[in-house]
């Protein structure tokens, strides 16, 4: 159930803001409810019927029914229990939270797996459980009915039991790439964004006027939204991000790829889907085939257990510098980080690739800007951030952009001065 675990089915929130004028505090299913149900005539459907406009608004035929199965809010916690100690154990969320924390993406003592329940609990209203044991439709209702705002995230999650009757969803990528790493959440983006783009072909043809509403598909613009507000009290940004994101820049995403060549080109991307949020987030590098540069960290320090491995990627690394980062990370070009445990100690180094100098500087001062907070000192080209007993090291390396973070001095000053020794000796 990797889909859930990266993005759970936020379907009513995110529809809920461009339908209505929300309130301080909206409900975004009772917002829905009251405008589909009372103002736009919405009635209640079969499974039978939703499953067949499903395939003929998103243009590709199921091949194989899928039976609707309900569950209580009860039920859902005991599911995600369930999820969560199967797909997301302990050992599994302190790697990802070691992982974040040397990023400074969220605090030490944070409790990223609680966390990550506590969203899902809280958003989830519909979702599809791809694995493999199970591949079954759920719908959260405690009166067991397809209400009309049950419609829309069951519309969605009936786009994801198609896809994965054309794509193996729980293997299209090795378990080794995490809910946080650039890879799956490109793949993530993609799902999100087509399921979202039907959901919304669906609503549109159901509206007064019918067919004729598709055509003012383009005009709704999900990213100038309000993000659901709904357990997010609290969550770290990066959290909000990873949950929410697929579905904007996913939708726009899915978008571009129907525009060019229709639900074809989207099946098509299903199988060749986009290599890493940067063509996710500008589909013309997605068109051109304009693939990440695989980066090579040289280096690995004396004694450490690889703890994960992977690429943050330009949408997380938006979440790294923090609101507005938008254009200093638009020069992303590749990167790779790597965390290890050091005698109980966290070391993470990430080495990142730029398309031009000036893509590279600026980001570069980016990054010096939202650690300014903290105490910095500048050690041998390279500005180093002091926080409690962490440290973090800002600095180019071989035209590459690196970070070297460590929760214990001696360790970061070590990995730095090996670092740039090696990157001296490396061949240019």
Sequence with gaps: MRRVLGAACLAAALLAGPLAAQEEEPDPAGILEALLGSLLGFTEVKPEELERDVAEVGGIAFRASVPLHFMTRAE?????????????????????????????????????????????????????????????????????????????VMAHELRHALQDQYLDLHRALPDEVGDFDDRRLALISLLEGDATLVMERY????????????????????????????GFEGVPTVLQAQLVMPYL????????????????????????????TEQVLHPEKFFAGEAPEEVVLG????????VKEGVLGELMTRSLLGAGAEEAARGWGGDRFAVWDVHGRTLLVWASSWDTASDRAEFLAGARARFAPYPRRDDRGFSVFTYGARRFAWGESDGRVILISADEPGLLEKALAAFLDNARKRPG
């Design 249 to 276: 820049a996913g939708r726009d995403f899915a978008m571009a790829v129907w525009k060019r060549g229709g639900w074809d080109a989207v099946r098509a991307a299903w199988s060749a889907p986009p290599r890493s």
């Design 76 to 152: 859902l916690t005991r599911y995600l229990e369930e999820v969560l100690r199967d797909e997301y154990p302990e050992e599994k969320a302190r790697a990802d939270q070691r992982t974040l924390v040397a990023f400074d993406l969220i605090a030490p003592d944070a409790d990223l797996r609680g966390m990550r329940a506590r969203l899902l609990e809280d958003n989830i209203v519909g979702f599809y459980d791809e694995r493999p044991d199970r591949r079954k439709l759920y719908a959260v209702s405690d009166d067991r009915r397809l209400t009309p705002a049950n419609q829309l």
């Design 203 to 230: 609503l549109v043809r159901r509206l007064p006027g019918g067919v004729d509403n598709e055509r003012r598909l383009g005009d709704l613009d999900l990213s100038e939204m309000a993000l659901p507000g709904a």
């Design 299 to 306: 280096y690995r320090p004396d004694g450490g257990t690889l």
